[in-house]
């Protein structure tokens, strides 16, 4: 089984930035695209962002569009996710995990990390 630990995350003011990171045991052929989800406290998950094996096809939620950036080194087996413009509302577990399959709104997840937590406040 893949192995996903997250870290980078913390307390950070509105406005301010912070780089997630998933670090993965390795990643099987068949569930090699990855994703950040998050879950604010008393709410579903949400969808935050994916990426496929290669780094050339990603997805990014409406509501992070032009904040987040997801990005990959295969080399490091490690997924990141650029937070810029953080607001309130950012404030969540955030956790990575494998997807399996070639249509990922099959949400066909595979492994997940233990999460990290993002929390925006002044």
């Known amino acids: 089984e893949v192995q996903l630990v997250e870290s980078g995350g913390g307390l950070v003011q509105p406005g301010g930035s912070l780089r997630l990171s998933c670090a993965a045991s390795g990643f099987t052929s068949g569930c090699a695209d990855t994703s950040w989800v998050r879950q604010a406290p008393g709410k579903g998950p949400e969808w935050v962002s994916a990426?496929?094996?290669?780094?050339?096809?990603?997805y990014y939620a409406d509501f992070v569009k032009g904040r987040f950036t997801i990005s990959r080194d295969n080399a490091k087996n490690t997924v990141y996710l650029q937070m810029n413009s953080l607001n309130s509302e950012d404030t969540a577990v955030y956790y990575c995990?494998?997807?399996?399959?070639?249509?990922?709104?099959?949400?066909?997840?595979?492994?997940w990390g233990q999460g990290t937590q993002v929390t925006v406040s002044s």
């Open positions: 990426i496929n094996r290669g780094g050339g096809i990603t």
């Open positions: 995990a494998t997807m399996c399959g070639t249509n990922w709104e099959d949400f066909d997840f595979g492994s």
